[in-house]
């Protein structure tokens, strides 16, 4: 496990992004979160917006501290989807106990699956994302950078990942 996510959902949340991201550029946004690049974020709904600050490289010109403002959309479940998934959850006693508990049942999926979507994020369809940067790749350090600090928010919170979906 890494510093970010101690929790199996929080770490399940970092490996889905691993699945689809360089290595490299998620080293970079791991930096970015940890030495406080990322000025601050907020959780809207299924909306993550944050203002990282970007680094100085006279290389390239940039000789003041830029600040990139990222946006982060996960894709939400439906209403229908979710009503049903709570009927799901609801049928299983020890996944409302778990979840009274403030954790996060390992087998959660199980009352999602029936209907044929995710909790948690599973591929790069489910994240919609936007960085004023220059870089063309998608994620950015920036957006790698804020993903960390959201999934160390889920070890807190683990009820985000409801308000994200």
Excluded at 14 to 43: M, Q
């Amino acid at each position: 496990m890494n510093k970010f996510s101690k929790t199996w959902w929080g770490q399940r949340f970092i490996e889905a992004l691993e699945e689809f991201t360089d290595s490299a550029r998620l080293s970079r946004g791991r930096s970015y979160a940890k030495n406080d690049k990322v000025k601050n974020y907020t959780i809207d709904g299924n909306l993550i917006t944050a203002q990282v600050r970007g680094s100085i490289n006279p290389y390239f010109g940039v000789y003041k501290e830029p600040l990139y403002k990222v946006s982060i959309e996960i894709k939400p479940i439906t209403k229908a989807e979710w009503s049903q998934a709570l009927y799901n959850l609801g049928s299983r006693a020890s996944m409302i106990s778990k979840l009274l508990l403030k954790e996060v049942p390992d087998n959660i999926d199980e009352a999602f699956s029936d209907l044929n979507i995710h909790l948690l994020p599973h591929s790069q369809k489910d994240f919609i994302t936007n960085c004023s940067c220059p870089d063309w790749e998608n994620p950015c350090k920036h957006i790698a950078g804020v993903y960390y600090l959201v999934a160390s928010q889920l070890d807190q919170d683990p009820f985000l990942l409801f308000e994200l979906r």
